[in-house]
């Protein structure tokens, strides 16, 4: 009796991380990044090249053949990024792609591939004064741990979300769901995040925040000693006395250094909070989602009796007013020394307005950071230290996307990066869990040689865009973001 053809679709191995997917004809892996087509193991997406001379409002294009005679490729106009490269892994072969190209008359060589980061997280900026947590609160997506909040900075309150413990260190699921986010917030795509015994807030990178409901719009002008410092001449003979309300420092401006050069007289007010040096006072309120990052609705409960022995007398005019100009209100004394709430007179208008004018607006920043000194290294050269010193003699260029990275001192090549500066949709992930992001190590190809690079498998542009690589040859061109190229970044 003959053999029946096995009808069943025939499943090839993936290789390109620790998962090995089996994956049948005309599917993905896991991961969505990898498919089966032909029998054949395809990266999904194509290989992403900047080019230059796309204009930046035609920004995606398929590469033609006749775009890519020599003069073009030798230009200098173009940059092969590892967006839809492929992995190195299991990092004892050469890179995906290592792509040598003459610029300005020097051999220069990129090694280019996909990274798979265990040890990485987002550093988010969310420029707002409202409290959205205590330091080392923990930050939840869908009631998983994926972080924590760290030090406020000037107007911003800063997350660290993502690295090696949430990824791996805890359960399945808040590995899974630290990945997700991290993955998300990388690609640009909004994520709500809530912070234990604090507030809800959607970050998307390029974005305001929006917290617990609120988009917010304005970044502080300054803390509220700043901002008597930089408006105090302004109020001077319209006011008799200006309290900046903020959850930091609220300033006095008769009291402050910057009213008493200007002549400014006592007021006999008094602060209900903890005075740090003149005019300049902490903790006035809780922190939360009102006047100046604090938790008061009505400006006046920070106040305490006013002494008429100090300068306190009817019909004294006070103005209280928010770090952003959001929240302003006017008062003056009453006989029995009260303040009594009335409009805003018109010339002070102008210079709440002028804060307002002078506020930034809000917005949310995400930084990748993730260590690159590990086994990837063995991608790029047979001799791994070689290249992390190479990269710290600012020989070796780094780039994530095409877009320059900031690397840290120290030991390793730990790098961050602006994920605003990237390409959209860079970063992957496999479910092991981990991210996946595009790395680009440039240098002088005499450098190449001299760390024991794999100088074997140097190819040109040209060639690359004709046979692809292992994972295919689909390519697309982008304009750089902000019209730049790595090697013009210095
Ligand atoms: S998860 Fe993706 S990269 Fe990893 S083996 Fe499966 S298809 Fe390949």
């Known amino acids: 009796m003959a053999d029946r053809p096995d009808a069943r679709p025939q499943k090839i191995r993936c290789d390109a ?15 969505d990044r990898y498919a089966n087509e032909n029998g054949q193991i395809i990266r999904c997406d194509p290989l992403t090249i900047l080019d230059a001379r796309i204009a930046a409002g035609d920004e995606v294009k398929p590469f033609l053949a006749a775009d890519w005679d020599g003069s073009l490729v030798e230009s200098g106009q173009n940059f092969v990024t590892a967006i839809g ?34 040890y990485c997280g987002a550093k988010i900026k969310i420029d707002t004064d409202r409290h959205l947590g205590h330091e080392a609160s923990v930050v939840r997506v869908g009631g998983e741990a ?24 805890g359960s399945k699921a808040e ?59 302004q109020w001077r003979g319209l006011v008799d006395e200006v309290v900046v309300v903020d959850d ?4 006095v401006v008769s009291e ?32 939360g989602l009102g006047w100046g990052g604090t938790n008061i609705e009505d400006p006046l409960s920070i106040l305490g009796d006013w002494n008429p022995k100090k300068g306190a007398r009817a019909g004294l005019r006070l103005m209280m007013v928010s770090t952003t100009g959001e929240q302003f209100a006017y008062y003056e004394l009453n006989d029995d020394l009260q303040p009594v709430k009335k409009p805003l007179p018109e010339a002070l208008m102008k210079s709440v307005n002028l804060i307002d004018e002078n506020c930034e607006p809000a917005m949310c ?38 877009a320059p990275v900031y690397v840290w001192p120290g030991g390793g090549i730990t790098v961050m990066v602006d994920v605003m500066a990237m390409p959209e949709m860079s970063f992957g992930y496999v479910p092991t869990p981990a991210i996946v992001a595009p790395l680009e190590f440039t240098m002088p190809r005499q450098n190449y040689e001299a760390l024991g690079g794999h100088t074997e498998a140097i190819r040109t542009v040209g060639d690359v865009l004709d046979t692809g690589g292992d994972y295919g040859k689909d390519t697309r061109g982008i304009a750089p973001e902000k019209g730049d190229l ?4 210095r």
């Open 85 to 118: 490269a492929g992995t190195t892994y299991p990092d004892y072969k050469p890179a995906p792609f290592i792509v040598s190209q003459k610029i300005d008359g020097t051999d220069m060589v990129t090694v280019v591939t996909e990274a798979i980061f265990s």
């Open 175 to 233: 590995g899974r769901v630290t990945c997700d986010a991290l993955m998300k917030l990388c690609n640009r795509e909004a994520v709500e995040l809530s912070v234990d015994g604090g507030s809800s807030v959607i970050v998307q990178a390029g974005k305001p925040p929006i917290v617990d409901g609120h988009q917010e719009s304005r970044m502080r002008v300054g803390c509220g000693s700043a901002t008597i410092g930089m408006f105090a001449s």
């Open 17 to 31: 991380c620790p998962v090995m997917c089996f994956v049948a004809e005309g599917k993905a892996g896991a991961c």
């Open 248 to 251: 930091h420092i609220t300033g």
């Open 146 to 169: 994926i972080g924590h909040v760290m030090t406020s900075e000037y107007g911003s309150q800063m997350l660290s979300l993502g690295g090696v413990d949430h990824l791996t260190g």
């Open 365 to 402: 920043s995400v930084l990748f950071m993730g260590g690159a000194g590990g086994s990837l290294r063995s991608g790029v050269t047979e001799n791994p230290v070689q290249l992390t010193r190479s990269v710290k003699a600012d020989i070796t260029r780094v780039t994530c996307g095409g």
């Open 486 to 489: 790595p090697w013009d970044r």
């Open 256 to 287: 402050h250094q910057a009213g008493k050069v200007l002549g400014w007289e006592d007021t006999g007010i008094k602060i209900l909070g903890r005075r740090s040096t003149p005019g300049r006072y902490f903790q006035v309120a809780d922190p």
